[in-house]
């Protein structure tokens, strides 16, 4: 699976942002997929998920409430729809899959094999 992240650019604090990932390949519907972001001097962390099969949704804390992930298996594409952004929301922004995976690692990065490129999100004050 390759996958294409697109929709970053510079926003206003308070604006909304959709984020959208294509993969290629096959077998989609069977890929937990993710977000994941990496501000500026820090690690990568989870940001969302959502399930193969249920479509079951996962959000970090910093994220709830704000994010929300979705996919359409038919066009092979997952969507990340950002509001009320914030300047701490400035990060690059990462989509990744992973087959079959348990629910218990949908947040663990190292449980992610396909990785798309990035697209970076910046929020001005």
């Known amino acids: 699976v390759q996958l294409q992240a697109f929709g970053g650019g510079l926003v206003q604090t308070g604006d909304s942002r959709r984020l959208s990932c294509v993969a290629s390949?096959?077998?989609?519907?069977?890929?937990?997929l993710a977000w994941f972001r990496q501000a500026p001097g820090k690690g990568r962390e989870f940001a969302a998920a959502?399930?193969?099969?249920?479509?079951?949704?996962y959000y970090s804390d910093s994220v709830k409430g704000r994010f929300a992930i979705s996919r359409y298996n038919a066009k092979k594409t997952v969507y990340l729809q950002m509001d009320s952004l914030q300047p701490e929301d400035t990060a690059i922004y990462y989509c990744?899959?992973?087959?079959?995976?348990?629910?218990?690692?949908?947040?663990?990065?190292?449980?992610?094999?396909?990785w798309g490129q990035g697209t970076l999100v910046t929020v001005s004050s």
């Open positions: 990744a899959a992973a087959s079959w995976l348990h629910d218990y690692y949908y947040s663990t990065e190292r449980y992610y094999n396909f």
């Open positions: 390949g096959q077998f989609f519907k069977q890929y937990t």
């Open positions: 959502i399930r193969y099969g249920t479509s079951a949704t």
